[in-house]
């Protein structure tokens, strides 16, 4: 069974910045794409970046240029590191094991909660 595990949230003002990991157990992580999603309040969830196994990846237009997401394979990790943080990027963040970007995986973590204020 995978089992994946978020942190890095919290409290930021507008225009800082903050680094979430996702420790992944479980699975072959070197050969699994990485997603980020969050999901605001009365929202739905949405993909925000995702990383293959071969490390292309993608942004959703709202965070792009602000973002980065990246990968650890020796720590079975993945990072999102946001940047020009801005309050309607507040939500809580959950990471899922996808193949690509069009996927959405089985598992999830339990989410990270990150908070922007004005």
């Known amino acids: 069974q995978v089992q994946l595990v978020e942190s890095g949230g919290g409290l930021v003002q507008a225009g800082g910045s903050l680094r979430l990991s996702c420790a992944a157990s479980g699975t072959i992580f070197k050969l699994t794409g990485m997603g980020w999603h969050r999901q605001a309040p009365g929202k739905q969830r949405e993909l925000v970046a995702h990383?293959?196994?071969?490390?292309?990846?993608y942004y959703v237009d709202s965070v792009k240029g602000r973002f980065t997401i990246s990968r650890d394979n020796a720590k079975n990790t993945v990072y999102l590191q946001m940047s020009s943080l801005k309050p309607e990027d507040t939500a809580v963040y959950y990471c899922n094991a996808a193949p690509s970007r069009y996927s959405v995986g089985n598992y999830w973590g339990q989410g990270t909660q990150v908070t922007v204020s004005s």
């Open positions: 990383i293959t196994s071969g490390g292309s990846t």
